[in-house]
């Protein structure tokens, strides 16, 4: 599962980069390249939200479970 996770965070660093490369050229129609790059912002913050939550349950489990 980790490494699923990886292949995609490096593909969508590689669209990312792509897209803003032709928004810098100043391409015709950029609405492809904005969507791809909300698209991945949005993937990539739901990918370190859950990363946050996985890392955050496994202290709270550690810590000896006071309870409160």
Do not use: F, P, Q
């Amino acid at each position: 599962m980790r490494v699923l996770v990886w292949i995609l965070v490096i593909g969508l660093l590689a669209l990312d980069w792509a897209a803003l490369r032709d928004i810098a050229k100043g391409e015709e129609d950029l609405w492809a390249e904005y969507v791809i790059v909300a698209v991945s912002v949005v993937v990539l913050a739901r990918l370190l939200e859950m990363e946050y939550r996985r890392r955050r349950a496994g202290r709270s489990s550690d810590e000896g479970g006071t309870g409160t």
